[in-house]
């Protein structure tokens, strides 16, 4: 099953996704996107894992802040094994796995098209590795709800994070959107226009 979850900064999209992740395997492997540029950052993840392991839910943390398609595909054998087996894989955050692919490529001349093949890819091995039968769990940011950003790179980062958040969201068995805290559960809502 492939789950979309996404919210605003700090609205609990994080922690939902990671107790909605214990509740669908009997451990999980969390694939982590966020580099630890400053020590406030390093602070930050040390904390999130901290409450991971307070949860008493066995996690495997996997660091990759570009790789993720790779990381996944990895994931995607039909051969079981001690660390795939019975987990849920939960990826936290896609905003921010975009944001390193986009500070990566941002002087190339064609660095929309390889951001949108990249995308593509995304989608792609998401859904090949939920047909496998595992439950795959993506995290990412709503974006679009504040002022056109003033910079180029920012219009270009957050038209990408839309559109990376629609075509997973097109494709996932179930999207959720947390707002104070709050899941609220879109999927059902997605047909009825």
Known sequence: MLVLVT???????????????AKLGERGLYIATAQAYDD????????????????GFEWTTIEEPLLLTEALQSFNSKKENKETDKAAILVDCLTLWLSNWLLKVEHMPDME??????????????QSVSSQGKHLILVTNEVGYGLVPEYKLGRQFRDLSGTMNR????????????TSG???????????M
């Open 182 to 192: 709050i899941p609220v559960e879109l999927t059902s809502l997605r047909y009825k």
């Open 40 to 55: 406030e950052m390093k602070a930050r993840i040390g904390l999130h894992r901290l409450q991971r392991e307070e949860t």
């Open 167 to 178: 075509v997973l969201a097109s494709v996932a068995d179930q999207v959720f959107l947390v």
């Open 7 to 21: 919210g605003g900064a700090r609205s609990g999209k994080s922690s939902f996704a990671e107790a909605y992740t």
């Open 113 to 126: 098209q390889l951001l949108r093949a990249k995308l593509d890819e995304l989608a792609a091995v998401c």
